[in-house]
């Protein structure tokens, strides 16, 4: 299993692709070197202090964000401001000194319970700091639905945004997930979670490397 950050889990993927041959190199054997990441900041009502916890695989090649409380619902009893939960975790990163990183995949998984006639949304950026915040995608879910739920974002190779080198960064991560009672029954109870309470669901972050330039 991979050794982690506390703030509360973790599993971990490969990345390889190929580019150009004219591009930087990109490499699907990171660097040796373990990455070590630190939590800056986590804020939101969806990671109260002590329920998020961040990893990094064993190979180097992704990180990942567990959740423990991290649930939105409508219907019943629900509370009025349940509807939407978010979170904003700011990590330093640190990196083996020579080489850069950009996230290529991000991999959200959670589960959900949606009543006919609801829906839900989930969304999310990214981005380091000192740069432009990368554009919210949006996944949307419509009930009937029951069962877990997983969505990915991909960035073109061609597109990939690495962080700046020989300067530390933090890198911020922006999530939200949402659920809309719609047209079904006010007193059935819908929601939507990117939780786990056993480890085994989290979010993954794909990693892809390049070199510095030589000074």
């Not at 991560?173 to 719609?182: P, S």
């Amino acid at each position: 299993m991979a050794s982690g950050l506390l703030l509360s889990g973790a599993a971990v993927a490969l990345v390889t692709a190929a580019l150009p041959a004219n591009s930087s190199p990109v490499f699907s054997d990171p660097p040796p070197d373990k990455i070590v990441i630190d939590v800056a900041t986590v804020n939101g009502s969806g990671c109260r202090p002590g329920t998020a916890a961040v990893a990094v695989s064993e190979d180097n090649t992704a990180f990942t964000v567990t959740y423990s409380e991290y649930l939105a619902q409508v219907g019943g009893n629900s509370d009025p401001t349940a509807f939407r939960k978010n979170c904003q975790l700011s990590l330093v990163v640190h990196v083996p000194s020579g080489f850069t990183y950009a996230i290529a995949q991000a991999d959200y998984r959670g589960f959900a319970s949606l009543q006919a006639g609801s829906s839900a949304v989930q969304r999310a950026s990214y981005y380091f700091q000192g740069s432009s915040q990368t554009v919210f995608k949006n996944h949307n879910f419509a009930g009937a639905y029951n069962d877990n739920w997983q969505a990915t974002d991909t960035t073109d190779w061609a597109n990939l945004v690495y962080a700046p080198c020989g300067v530390q960064r933090n890198f911020n991560i922006n999530t939200e997930i949402r659920v809309n009672a719609g047209s079904s029954s006010p007193s059935k109870v819908s929601f939507m979670t990117m939780d786990s309470t056993d480890g085994d669901i989290s979010t993954v972050y794909h990693m892809a490397w390049k070199e510095c330039p030589r000074k």
